[in-house]
Structures are given as C-alpha cells and as structure tokens.
C-alpha cells in the first residue's frame, strides 16, 4: 500500500474524482467550519482510496434533505464504479471516502 498521489488512467473517472473532492472541501468549510481538511490517496492492492477528512462540527444527526452535495458525490461515485460513503466521525469532524478498483 502506497500513500501519495496515484494514477488515474481513465480521464472521466479522474474528473469525478476532483469533482467529488472540491465538493467534499467546499461542505468542510461551509457547513463543517472545518479549520483543517486532509486528503489522502491511497494506492492499495487492486484498490485506490480517495479520502477526505476535515476537524469541523461534522453533519446534523437529522440533517436536512435539501442539499445535493453529498448526493451528487454518491452519484459521481457510481458512474466510475466506485464505493461511496461519508459520514462523522467518532474523533469528531467528517470524512468523505471513494474506494475504485484499480
């Protein structure tokens, strides 16, 4: 396992993934009041993992149904077929994380 920048071959998946990492930033900061933000590529096994991860207050427990963020990250997610899932995290803060085959 390799943690750094990894290689993306396919130019969509690449775009979706930035795409899905600015959205995830733009929600620490603006909704998060995250004062740090973390990004990590992991290259694993047949495995790469984008993970985005801030120290911000994390999401509502009963949070609004009216943002597209984190869906249209799922939905991004799934046209490159990848696994999504975002969530707070037990330390505090939010983390966002993109596994892909490859």
């Known amino acids: 396992m390799r943690e750094g920048n990894f290689f993306v071959s396919d130019s969509q998946a690449a775009t979706h993934l930035f795409y899905i990492a600015r959205e995830a930033v733009t929600n620490a900061i603006k909704h998060g009041k995250a004062g740090s933000i973390v990004i990590r590529c992991i290259d694993g096994e047949g495995e790469k993992k984008m993970i985005i ?3 911000g207050i994390g999401a509502p427990a009963q949070p609004a149904d009216t943002g597209l963020g984190l869906r249209i990250m799922r939905y991004r997610s799934e046209i490159i077929g990848a696994e999504f899932s975002a969530g707070n995290r037990d330390q505090g ?3 966002v994380v993109v596994k892909m085959r490859g």
């Open 53 to 55: 991860r801030d120290d």
């Open 93 to 95: 803060g939010f983390e």
